[in-house]
């Protein structure tokens, strides 16, 4: 499971190397956006195969003008590229400035990099959606690769067999151990990997493949996505934002953002910043959001850009990021409804999210709009009422302005809430900070309502609000004190603040605050009170902290 890697790698370094925790710091702060005005000044000043020539020829020999050994036999995403680079610098001694750095990175993304449908079902590992349970691989996949490091790490890569191979052998090279660990001295492990692993890989994830050969070809100019892209998130712990994102640029595929939202709260979500598109569609912004510099690793595809939002430092502090352009002439689309469910008998306002909307929202029988409170091109505020025999269960809103029929957006009504599931379901967080260098980790939760539908089917409510809680996960974790020790809990809002780092002399041993932990959420409805649980590990501190885990 990928969210399981991280809490095995607390004290080892499989994952990048002797020098791991140097090279986390080395490549995190280009992981996802270089300063746009700096890389276009770079390429204005030098060129990549230059750079390449003069920088890596050592090694890789050149095979034509702009082709050289191993570089050009692999295709990957900017931050596998990144990692490349970094582990050359620290393993190798490469000596190359950010400035070239950059340069080489968004060069070997464009020519050599993925396809929107080839990153399509590992994307969580480049949004650091650091709870996700990886399903992808077969079993011996997972036992031979994914043990070390999460599943989509090699799988947001395409190489030749023969390259596959290379990379089995550098594997055993950097890591002689690796046969002997756990799930690697119960089988011939070399064997295994060359004459298994390494033929699977290729065959399901080749160097040459008809989505690369076609997005090559239809890839849009980056000049395209420059205008106002009406946005919605929801950020755990914090809950819904919409506005626009305004863009401006494309030229040498850089550009200036600039955010104008809110929270449902009301709180401000306003900020500026920059952005980097590789590949065509691979967005990368770095953007000050209220004073906290944030991370945009994005997908823009088909009008929509896609993914998620995180705090540089906090990548556990996110919303998922879902955006459409605004354009007078473009067709209406709906992103989202907010809230996004209505109680059967009740009337409340929602806020219909998208682009080039017009019309009146239609919700489904039984929902009746009464009034339409605030109207944009951008947001639609009603106020509704659901009947009190209005069918339960989830629905499709649509907009329909007599000349375009949009649709989109989950929308449920209830009559009552049967279940509570705390998402994620099974999470880490990680304590830190007491003067050491690393942050602490929050955990971060949201309260899932479901109901049933007449047929007795369960559905999505929503995220709703709930009263937070911890409890001790076991007998071991009562007897030491978990919750005194490892931890608060906002009742208010699900985020958990782990512990200080270092060894509590109030402890047993004198041991640091890890913990184990159930999350409980408490949501009341007519009267009643629901609750879900989840499991929280409060692990060690995350030292290695790659671009993909």
């Known amino acids: 499971m990928f969210m399981n890697f991280h809490l095995r790698n607390r ?14 710091s080395l490549m995190l702060p280009l992981a996802f ?18 750079i390449i020539s003069q920088t890596c020829a050592a090694c890789h020999s050149a095979e034509s003008k702009d082709s050289w050994s191993r570089i050009s036999h692999q295709r990957k995403t900017p931050e596998g590229w990144l990692m490349t680079i970094g582990r050359m610098q620290t393993m190798h001694g490469l000596v190359i400035s950010d400035e070239d750095r950059q340069i080489i990175v ?26 996700t349970q990886e399903v992808l691989g077969s079993d011996e996949f997972k036992e031979m690769c994914a043990r070390c490091h999460s599943a989509a790490r090699p799988l947001l890569q395409r190489r030749p067999v023969a390259e596959w191979d290379r ?19 119960d089988r011939d492990w070399l064997n295994v990997a060359l004459k298994d692993i390494a033929p699977m890989l290729a065959q399901q994830y080749p ?69 980097v598109l590789y590949d065509g569609y691979e967005w990368r912004a770095s953007i000050k959001v209220q004073g906290v510099e944030m991370r945009q690793v994005l997908a823009a595809t088909r009008g929509e850009m896609k993914g998620r939002m995180f705090d540089e430092g906090h990548d556990e502090r996110g919303l998922d990021f879902d955006a459409a352009k605004l354009d007078a002439k473009g067709a209406p689309r709906i992103l989202a409804v907010q809230p996004a469910f209505i109680k059967a008998g009740e009337s409340t306002e929602l806020t219909v999210v998208g682009a080039n909307l017009q019309g009146t929202p239609d919700f489904g ?35 329909n302005n007599n000349a375009n029929n949009a649709q989109g957006g989950q929308f449920s009504v209830y009559r009552q809430i049967k279940d509570v599931k705390v998402v994620p379901e099974y999470a880490v967080a990680r304590i830190g900070g007491n003067g050491g260098p690393l942050p602490k980790v929050e955990g971060r939760f949201d309260a899932e309502a479901w109901g049933v539908d007449a047929a007795g089917k369960p559905f999505r409510i929503g995220v ?16 030491d004190r978990d919750v005194k020790f490892s931890g608060a809990m906002q009742a208010a809002n699900g985020v958990f603040t782990p512990g200080d780092a270092g060894p509590n002399p109030a402890r047993r041993m004198s041991t640091n605050n890890t913990g184990n932990l159930n999350v409980i959420a408490a949501v009341e409805d007519a009267g009643q009170t629901v609750t879900g649980k989840a499991h929280l590990i409060v692990g060690v501190q995350r030292w290695n902290n790659p671009p993909i885990p």
């Open 167 to 185: 990379l089995v052998n550098f594997h055993l090279g950097q890591w002689p151990s690796i046969e002997y660990s756990a799930m690697g001295r």
């Open 464 to 479: 709703v609000p709930a009263k937070w809680s911890v409890e001790p996960f076991n007998e071991q974790a009562k007897d």
């Open 106 to 131: 968004k060069y070997l993304a464009d020519r050599q990099g993925l396809a929107p449908s080839e990153t399509a079902d590992a994307r969580y590992a480049l949004e650091r959606r650091l709870n």
């Open 365 to 399: 029988p039984g929902v009746k709009v009464d009034g339409v409170v605030a109207r944009s091109a951008q947001a639609i505020r009603v106020r509704v009422t659901a009947s009190g025999d209005s069918a339960a269960g989830t629905r499709t809103v649509s907009l």
């Open 11 to 24: 004290s080892s370094r499989l994952a990048i190397g002797a020098r791991g925790a140097c090279l986390a």
């Open 207 to 275: 160097y040459e493949s008809a989505q690369w050969a076609q997005w090559q070809k239809t890839r849009p100019k980056a000049t395209s996505l420059a205008g106002a892209w009406s946005f919605a998130g929801h950020m755990p712990g914090r809950g819904d934002a919409a506005g626009v994102m305004t863009v401006t640029g494309g030229t040498k595929d850089t550009f200036k953002v600039t955010l104008k939202g809110h929270f449902a709260d009301g709180g401000a979500f306003d900020g500026s910043g920059t952005a």
């Open 33 to 50: 956006a270089a300063p746009a005005a700096r890389a276009q000044s770079a390429v204005e000043t030098r060129d990549a195969p230059t």
